[in-house]
């Protein structure tokens, strides 16, 4: 029985996270309330502090597994520079512009990111340098350390390109700032 409860735990904890990871995304970390995460999920209020010691530790969790989890798409890639230019093509795509909620966690909460406490920017520190270095093993497969700070380019680019392009209500020009992106960021990763 024992067993079974700390699985169940485990399950809720981590459907928490996800379901949290999504609503951050969606709304910001500031504008998610945690009777609102707790519904998302399925759960009262009072469940929350049996998972969570409070939302600063939701807030770096969540950073934690939506990076490890982009980390992992990296896997589905073709490998090499086509995985790293199919990578580009999905990231600075409408589909992607248009739903934050199942996207990247950078481009939606960098700015608040930056306004959390040490926890939360220590999960995101690791997340980055984790993406970083799968970007710049697909740049130089035989030396990646060399592509270190072509990785730190690409990234920050198509990131700021993508934040960009959802600010725009205009969206002709919000296309025109992705197509553009795309091009940039081909060309950079040459």
Partial sequence: ??????????????????RAGHRFKQDGIDG????????????????????????????????????RAQVKQYDTLRPGREGLEDFIRWYLSPEHRDNPGDGCPSAALLDEIGRCGDATKDAYTDGAKAILDELAARLA??????????????????????????????????????EQGIENALAFAR
């Fill in 32 to 67: 998610s309330g945690i009777s609102t995460l707790m519904s998302d999920a399925g759960l009262t209020n009072g469940a929350f502090y049996a998972h969570f010691e409070s939302k600063d530790d939701l807030v770096a969790h969540v950073v934690a597994e939506q990076l």
């Fill in 141 to 178: 497969p035989e030396d990646p350390q060399s592509a270190r700070s072509q990785a730190i380019g690409l990234y920050t680019m198509a990131v700021g390109t993508l934040q960009l392009s959802r600010a725009l209500s205009d969206r002709k020009f919000s296309d025109e700032v992705l």
């Fill in 1 to 18: 029985m024992a067993r079974y409860a700390k699985e169940h735990k485990q399950v809720t904890r981590q459907r928490i996270i996800e």
